[in-house]
């Protein structure tokens, strides 16, 4: 049957075409619509790669519309179909296949192509951009075989991508043509605070550098520069930007320039064919960022559902670099002239900078490194090109008082238009955010970014996304935002633990039963974190919930990706004696272990053992658990200290030693990681753990909320002691004020964060009552603690479900 309705054809199945799509459905645009993509999958989010590639998402969690959406929505869809041509004449899209489709109006959104420097050697195997699903897959695969890689770029991309590299194992260089990283959007001061942050972070750079040849036989081995020196690479990925897709309409005779030009209504040179996203140059720009696209998109959609738009006048670009651990922002302009005024403030110490441009005393460009929370007022106020004024001046230094900040917010949040995009990466507007509170009775940023996408991408508009819940909620906002540990309940961590110990509920099942979990079971989130609350409360009577841990922790090992599992015995202080490390050798060669590493907490990881043969492994140790699987104690790592070195003040290694008996087998919110050092050199790294001690001459300084980590952070100074009681007293009084106020999974770097270090202090440096309760608290749950391997060596049947069963679960 064929239907009357006109024929829109869409050619690139990318996010800004089907962005323009979901807008043309929402407007009720009554089309029969088709869409070729070259790429074999459906749309999918391709700002999100960088996390596939960093490995917290996969392919699956990028989809954006999975076939079912398009069959729903009555679309006709051609992957892996690419378009050579339109004929005008005959109203046709031709692809290269052969297939065909009639058009009344047509959409180009081909997106780009890497641009791949043409140097000899740019065709080795080995060598790619990073751009689609195929590309990254690439260099997952890479990853596995090769070690030395090189990033071409210091762009977004690039670091973006090195930094994934990076955290696949990989050794990783990024090559930079100029001296400053990311200089299309940061000015020098910024810039080198990256790179720094970066270089923490395990990236290494070869700055001012032009890749002349990339050198090897069939694959790339290394790159060679125009100064003549070389770089041993076995992967080079290219990330210096990239080219407008615009052959399809080149080869249609449409007028093409950089990219495909259009009007202010995305109308090409060729009578119903129109262009939308990075193919696309809109009054002599391409752009590269997803939130102009949705801007084309909207414009587009509206016009082509006979609906009343502005034009399209152009967009002005922010960007966030998606690098855990970095924050950057930049919006506008970012390098100061004579006819600029700038705002800065920059301070050594937090690692923190900030610089606003004015013009006229306009707001024309905002730069931040490592605190963006300002980041979205910014952004409006580049976008509108606002006045700078004392209230905004107050607002975005920071230096108006107390409490009026939130409520600035949501005024200039009440401000905004309805259809102003609040979320770029994903196109929602401020009306659509609203709509979805109002009408679903949303609380939560979650349940907003089930709905409407908005935040699920980069994360850049989740303070505006905060402020307009704020705004709507009003009164209700302040409790909304305690509530929730999990979608099965609105109870937030402390409500809970408050029911718990008001009613005296003692098991899960009984938690979630009393206070009516939505969901009975439970589910992965809650029902562990439930488990620790109880253990925590109940150190004596609570009975723990094996099924509700994780696999790691039920197994009392770690399991490995092939299988196998690693077993890594308890050496107190990171101390061993030949007799021990005859009997782990031994150990080791009777049951084939593959690799005994030595772990970054100074212990000795036996990597590779069989499930059946672990807990022959333990028996024939015969020495504790060191926990490496568990959110507990994990390592207390120790300097040789006084003992043995010329300079040190203290015995940090017989102190290391004490800590980790007294503290071992409890469980604790997270991990829990120690360090004690005999002077202030601190060999053993005190500042990123979560209890770092130093000596001095005095006695100890103690360091709490340091993490190493995905997201790393500096301890804070907490107090200086002299006595070793003090300092025992001290640690078991934060270890508990930690397992009694933190979230399940929250480290101590956050949970520092999060309650404030001044109160933190005040609880226990100014409280003795309070600190010697909290020490005595912990002591009397200490008195519980039993070693997991001995006890799963005692229980044969629980050992023989877990061992000897063929599935993990
Ligand atoms: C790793 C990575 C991270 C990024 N991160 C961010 C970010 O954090 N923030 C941000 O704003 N932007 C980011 N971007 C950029 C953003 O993804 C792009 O701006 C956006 O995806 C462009 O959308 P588009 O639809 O114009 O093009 P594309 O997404 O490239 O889609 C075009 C589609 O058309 C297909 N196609 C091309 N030619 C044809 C043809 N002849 N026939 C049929 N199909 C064809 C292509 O195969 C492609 O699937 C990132 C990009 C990458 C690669
Ligand atoms: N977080 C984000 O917003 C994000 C993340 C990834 C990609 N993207 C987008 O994807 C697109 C591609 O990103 P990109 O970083 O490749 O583009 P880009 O143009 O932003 O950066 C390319 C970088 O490569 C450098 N360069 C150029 N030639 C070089 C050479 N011969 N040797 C060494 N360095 C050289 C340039 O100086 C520039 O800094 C951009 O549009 C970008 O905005 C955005
Ligand atoms: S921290 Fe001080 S005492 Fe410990 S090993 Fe280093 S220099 Fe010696
Ligand atoms: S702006 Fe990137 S997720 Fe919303």
Known sequence: MTSNREKLVLIGNGMAGVGTIEQILKLGGAYDITVFGSEPHPNYNRIMLSYVLEGSKTVDDIILNDRNWYKDNGITLHTGTTVTRIDGDKRQVIAENGLTAHYDKVIIATGSNSFILPIPGSTKEGVVGFRDISDCEAMLEAAKQYGKAAVIGGGLLGLEAAKGLVNLGMDVTVVHLMEDLMERQLDHTAASMLKAELERQGVKFAMGKQTVELTGDERVSGLRFNDGTELEAQFVVMAVGIKPNVAVAKDSGIEVNRGIVVNDYLQTSLADVYSVGECTEHRGVCYGLVAPLFEQGTVLAKYLCGVETKPYEGSVVSTKLKISGVDVFSAGEFIDTPEHTVISAKDDWKRTYKKILLKDNLIVGAVLFGDVTESASLQKLVKQGAEMTDDIYADVMGTGCCGGGGAKKTASVESMSDEEIVCGCNGVTKKAIVDA????????????????????????????????????????????????????????????????????????????????????????????????????????????????????????????????????????????????????????????????????????????????????????????????????????????GSQFCRFGTQDSMSMGALLERKYERLDFPAKFKMAVNGCPRNCAESCTKDIGIVGNDGGWEVFIGGNGGIKPRIADSFCKVKTDDELVEICSAVMQYYRETGNYLERTSEWVERMGLEHIKTVILDNEEERKALAQRIDFALTQVQDPWKKMLNDGATRSALFEATEIR
Request: hydrophobic share 30%; aromatic share 6%.
């Open 437 to 640: 509170i109002t009408e679903n009775g949303f609380t939560t940023v979650d349940e907003i970014k089930a709905c409407t996408g908005a935040t699920r991408s980069c994360g850049g508009c989740k303070p505006v996304v905060e402020q307009i819940l704020q705004y709507v909620l009003g009164d209700g906002f302040e409790q909304s935002m305690k509530t929730g540990i999990c979608g099965c309940t609105t109870l937030s961590r402390d409500e809970i633990v408050a029911e718990i110990r008001a009613k005296g509920l003692t098991t899960t099942k009984e938690v979630m039963n009393v206070l009516g979990w939505k969901q009975e079971e439970g589910c992965s989130k809650c029902r562990p974190a439930v488990n620790y609350y109880l253990g925590m409360i109940y150190p004596d009577t609570h009975k723990d919930e094996k099924e509700s841990r994780f696999v790691n922790e039920r197994m009392s090992a770690n399991i490995q990706k092939d299988g196998t599992f690693t077993v890594v015995p308890r050496m107190y202080g990171g101390v061993t004696t030949p007799e021990d490390l005859k009997k782990i050798a031994d150990v080791s060669i009777k049951y084939d272990v593959k690799v005994v590493k030595v772990t970054g907490g100074q212990r000795l990881d036996l990597i590779g053992i069989k499930k059946e043969d672990v807990p022959k492994v333990w028996e024939e140790l015969d020495m504790p658990s060191g926990y490496a699987y568990a959110k507990s104690l994990r390592t207390v790592k120790t300097c040789v």
